[in-house]
């Protein structure tokens, strides 16, 4: 089983839709959790960190689920510039710090 | 400020060849990560410098590659001899660093063809 894992998508969704990603983790030390966000041709750039107890950008809201070992993204009202691949992006700390990203769930939003 | 500098952007090179990529982060960063990107695989952690020091570099896939960080402002990652296989897109990351690993700012990448 990969350390992260996302469905590859892609996601076609009308604008204005809501949206949302999930992301399982298998290594149960995992302490930091972030969504990037990649546009074709370019680098990643985060889009929010994932908190305990769920967070809210806007649009944007992640929330963490430890028990189940995921975490999620949903994004209301979706633009066309939404239009992206998502990252889940997992650190653990055990013995060695170690950053996995997961390889992407590409989004594309239909006028 | 200017964010994380790659060079070059693009690289074609023939097989054999030995290939430099270069990355100035961002200052002030103390963490530099070097990632490779395919459609195959996603994106991979090769190495990562903390205050100049490797500390984890077993995601560099075997002994054609290295990477060096002579001081806190420049990084490279050599390829020697280089393989078609190679061909990816080469990302530099940097982060402030202090506890967990924290938020990374990432380079525009080096798009490298190997023929």
């Known amino acids: 089983r990969k350390e992260v894992e996302q469905d590859p998508g892609p996601f076609n969704v009308p604008e204005g839709a809501t949206v949302a990603f999930n992301c399982t983790y298998s290594n149960s030390a995992s302490q930091s959790f972030f969504w990037y966000r990649q546009d074709c041709r370019k680098e990643p750039k985060l889009l929010m960190s994932v908190y305990s107890s769920g967070n809210e950008d806007g649009r944007f809201t992640a929330q963490l689920n430890r028990a189940s070992q995921y975490i999620s993204l949903l994004i209301r009202d979706s633009k066309l510039s939404d239009s992206a691949t998502y990252l889940c992006?997992?650190?653990?700390?055990?013995?060695?710090?170690?950053?996995?990203f997961g390889k992407g769930t590409r989004l594309h939003i239909l006028p | 400020d200017a964010g994380v500098i790659q060079s070059p952007r693009h690289e074609v090179t023939e097989m054999g060849q030995e290939v430099t990529l270069r990355c100035k982060p961002i200052s002030g960063h103390n963490s530099l990560f070097w990632y490779r990107q395919t459609m195959m695989r996603g994106l991979e952690l090769l190495i990562y410098?903390?205050?100049?020091?490797?500390?984890?570099d077993s995601g560099m896939p075997e002994d054609r590659f290295s990477a060096k960080m002579p001081n806190a402002s420049f990084s490279t990652l050599k390829i020697q001899p280089s393989e078609p296989r190679d061909s990816a897109v080469y990302f530099c990351?940097?982060?402030?660093?202090?506890?967990?690993?924290?938020?990374?700012?990432f380079g525009p990448g080096t798009r490298l063809t190997v023929l």
């Open positions: 992006v997992v650190n653990r700390r055990n013995r060695d710090d170690k950053i996995i």
């Open positions: 410098f903390n205050n100049n020091v490797p500390i984890d």
């Open positions: 990351a940097s982060s402030f660093t202090s506890g967990n690993l924290d938020t990374q700012y």
